[in-house]
Nanobody, 126 residues
Framework: QVRLVESGGGLVQAGGSLRLSCAAS????????MAWFRQAPGKEREYVAA????????YYADSVKGRFTISRDDTLATVALQMDSLNAEDTAVYFC???????????????????WGQGTQVTVSS
């Protein structure tokens, strides 16, 4: 079972940037599809961005497209989420997710089958 540890959250002013990182403890990291989800207070968990395990194709929720960038480093077994032009609606706990040789669609459709990190808080002050 892959173990995921997120870091990089914090408090930032609206319009600012943060970079989240997720470190995975597993062999064969390159065979894992990776994604970021978030959950704001009182709201359901929602998909934010994902990167495929083969080819590194990237996908984004409409709410973050053009502002967030997901990337992976298979040598270091990490995935990052660069968040720019942050606004108050981005305030949430951000979770890293992984699934072995999965499609991004399946990670979003069946999130209970993903491996999850413990989450990192992102707070954007307006």
């Amino acid at each position: 079972q892959v173990r995921l540890v997120e870091s990089g959250g914090g408090l930032v002013q609206a319009g600012g940037s943060l970079r989240l990182s997720c470190a995975a403890s597993t062999l064969g990291f390159g065979s894992y599809a990776m994604a970021w989800f978030r959950q704001a207070p009182g709201k359901e968990r929602e998909y934010v961005a994902a990167i495929s395990w083969k080819g590194g194709a990237t996908y984004y929720a409409d709410s973050v497209k053009g502002r967030f960038t997901i990337s992976r480093d298979d040598t270091l077994a990490t995935v990052a989420l660069q968040m720019d032009s942050l606004n108050a609606e981005d305030t949430a706990v951000y979770f890293c997710a992984a699934r072995f040789r999965a499609t991004v669609a399946s990670m979003v459709r069946d999130p209970d089958l993903n491996a999850w990190g413990q989450g990192t808080q992102v707070t954007v002050s307006s």
